[in-house]
């Protein structure tokens, strides 16, 4: 079974950063496509950022790109998301996401992730 979990949010003033770690059991890591989703309240989940199972393909939400920066370390089963310049809208609770390499379909959509976490809460103040 597949583990994902999350850490490294917190609360931080507007134009800060923080870094967000995703650690994932298994022995197939190296072999998933992996995102990061976050959900505020009231609001559907969204897509935030995605890295392909080799490091190759980098995707990012409008909204975040230029300040935000995916990554993973196969070596050690884990994916980051270093957030800069964060905004009192970057407010939510973020998610970790996994799919395996074959499977089809955009990055975007969390239908087309196989398993998450439980997420971290990221707060921006003003």
């Known amino acids: 079974q597949v583990q994902l979990v999350e850490s490294g949010g917190g609360l931080v003033q507007a134009g800060g950063s923080l870094r967000l770690s995703c650690a994932v059991s298994?022995?197939?890591?190296?072999?998933?496509?992996m995102g990061w989703f976050r959900q505020a309240p009231g609001k559907e989940r969204e897509f935030v950022s995605a890295?392909?199972?080799?490091?190759?393909?980098?995707y990012y939400s409008d909204s975040v790109k230029g300040r935000f920066t995916i990554s993973r370390d196969n070596a050690k089963n884990a994916v980051y998301l270093q957030m800069n310049s964060l905004k009192p809208e970057d407010t939510a609770l973020y998610y970790c996401?996994?799919?395996?390499?074959?499977?089809?379909?955009?990055?975007?959509?969390?239908?087309?992730?196989?398993?998450w976490g439980q997420g971290t809460q990221v707060t921006v103040s003003s």
């Open positions: 890295i392909s199972w080799n490091g190759g393909s980098l």
């Open positions: 996401a996994a799919r395996p390499s074959y499977y089809s379909g955009t990055y975007y959509a969390p239908p087309n992730y196989a398993y």
């Open positions: 298994g022995r197939y890591f190296s072999s998933y496509d």
